[in-house]
């Protein structure tokens, strides 16, 4: 009797199998348990067109022996909807299937794992032993030995298959910004382990994800290897964060002084690297997006001209100073001047202080910017000090004429 419900058992499974072989030869595995004198199988596939329930033209009930001396493994839907075939859609997620047995007697089991169908390259599979949580991972036919107490109904494996990872780069954005990314998506899975390790071999992450879309951040640029693992299977993949260019904002100005008599104008030249947009101010309220902007002063004052460049979400600043005066009669072209003996020290809030050699006489003069005599002094120290703490803030000009010609032409500020 023993051999003819074995019989019927493997002729309904092999006659199933055979109509659906001819449109898909893969993704089916044999599980086999022997013990007690006794074996017992089932089989799980991945077919197009399977469903999670029953499937008529797919599916098949467990038939059960009589005999209560043998072993018994299955799946099933829900209690009491056993199945010797289970077929499955294929997945485009990570899953695990419980595999139930009935033990008729405490002993040794082995369960032989095959492919019938071979495994297709974008799935893993791993058994899982549930009593010790023990991962077997399945590169081929596999036989396994187990001590089984006697048990009914129990939930003993589960059959875990893995999906492809889908990992994605993200570059560093900004240079020297040391915020390179790498999304990781283990779709269907919420407990898994992960290792990236840098070119040195540095470990970089090292930590379990209770989810199935993680991102690890702040990775510098470089080359990466990583590891992901989840009961027994391991994913190994590589990836690279490549750096950001280096932005620079830079630019020339064609003068440090200009003059309202004679237009204003100030000519820029702009040096910025790997920068697609500019923004210029140009301190009095005044701004452009050229690269490279001619401009126009009106009134007379000490400005900063800034240059944000900027590339995507990056920026960076530059900044010059320029003094607009409102005709040449205030003196203030530093070009072409003798200061070989003449030093000027800025000692802060409006405090200066001359060094002359050879108590060399001179002439010291400060003048405002609308060229108006403010100081004047004639000294023979070596050492002079000059304060301009009392007077309103603003720019002012210095004239130092010695003796023996030195001759020194300096903006103040105050």
């Known amino acids: 009797m023993k051999n003819v419900y074995k019989k019927i058992a493997t002729l309904i499974l092999i006659s199933l199998i055979s109509l659906t072989a001819f449109t898909q030869n893969n993704n089916a595995f044999r599980f086999k348990i022997s013990g007690n004198?006794?074996?017992?199988?089932?089989?799980?596939?991945?077919?197009?067109?399977?469903?999670?329930?029953?499937?008529?033209?797919?599916?098949?009930?467990?038939?059960?022996?009589?005999?209560?001396?043998?072993?018994?493994?299955?799946?099933?839907?829900?209690?009491?909807?056993?199945?010797?075939?289970?077929?499955?859609?294929?997945?485009?997620?990570?899953?695990?299937?419980?595999?139930?047995?009935?033990i008729p007697a405490n002993g040794i089991y082995t369960i032989d794992i095959e492919e019938i169908f071979a495994l297709t390259s974008n799935y893993k599979i791993s058994?899982?032993?549930?009593?010790?949580?023990?991962?077997?991972?399945?590169?081929?036919?596999?036989?396994?030995?187990?001590?089984?107490?006697t048990q009914q109904n129990s939930p003993s494996f589960t059959f875990n298959i893995s999906t492809s990872l889908v990992?994605?780069?993200?570059?560093?954005?900004?240079?020297?910004m040391n915020d390179g990314s790498i999304m990781v998506n283990n779709a269907g899975n919420t407990d898994w382990d992960?290792?990236?390790?840098?070119?040195?071999?540095?470990?970089?992450v090292n930590n379990n994800s209770n989810s199935s879309l993680n991102n690890y951040n702040n990775l510098l640029p470089g080359n990466y290897t990583a590891q992901v693992s989840s009961k027994g299977i391991v994913d190994e993949f590589s990836f690279t964060i490549s750096p950001a260019a280096n932005l620079t904002s830079d630019f020339n100005l064609n003068k440090d002084t200009v003059y309202i008599s004679e237009g204003g104008e100030i000519n820029t030249t702009n040096n910025s690297l790997n920068a697609q947009n500019y923004t210029w101010d140009f301190g009095d309220?005044?701004?452009?997006?050229?690269?490279?902007?001619?401009?126009?002063?009106?009134?007379?004052?000490?400005?900063?001209?800034?240059?944000?460049a900027s590339n995507n979400n990056c920026t960076e600043d530059n900044t010059k100073q320029i003094t607009v005066l409102q005709s040449p009669n205030v003196i203030t072209s530093i070009n072409n001047i003798n200061t070989e003996n003449i030093q000027l020290a800025n000692l802060g809030n409006g405090n200066y202080q001359l060094i002359t050699a050879e108590h060399s006489n001179k002439q010291i003069m400060v003048y405002d910017i609308n060229g108006k005599l403010v100081f004047e002094d004639v000294s023979v120290n070596d050492i002079y000090n000059l304060s301009l703490s009392n007077n309103s803030s603003g720019i002012y000009i210095l004239n130092v004429m010695t003796k023996d010609g030195q001759f020194l032409k300096e903006k103040l500020y105050r």
């Open 194 to 204: 992960i290792q990236i390790l840098d070119a040195a071999n540095n470990t970089i």
């Open 285 to 308: 309220g005044g701004s452009s997006f050229d690269i490279s902007p001619i401009y126009n002063y009106s009134s007379t004052g000490n400005y900063v001209v800034t240059l944000s």
């Open 167 to 176: 990992t994605t780069p993200t570059n560093e954005t900004c240079f020297n």
């Open 37 to 102: 004198n006794y074996s017992d199988e089932t089989i799980i596939r991945l077919v197009n067109g399977a469903s999670q329930n029953f499937d008529g033209s797919y599916d098949a009930w467990k038939l059960f022996s009589p005999n209560p001396n043998v072993p018994s493994i299955y799946t099933q839907i829900t209690p009491g909807q056993e199945l010797s075939i289970n077929a499955l859609p294929e997945f485009t997620e990570d899953m695990s299937i419980t595999i139930y047995t009935n």
């Open 127 to 149: 058994l899982t032993d549930i009593s010790s949580t023990t991962h077997y991972r399945i590169l081929g036919d596999t036989s396994l030995v187990f001590n089984f107490n």
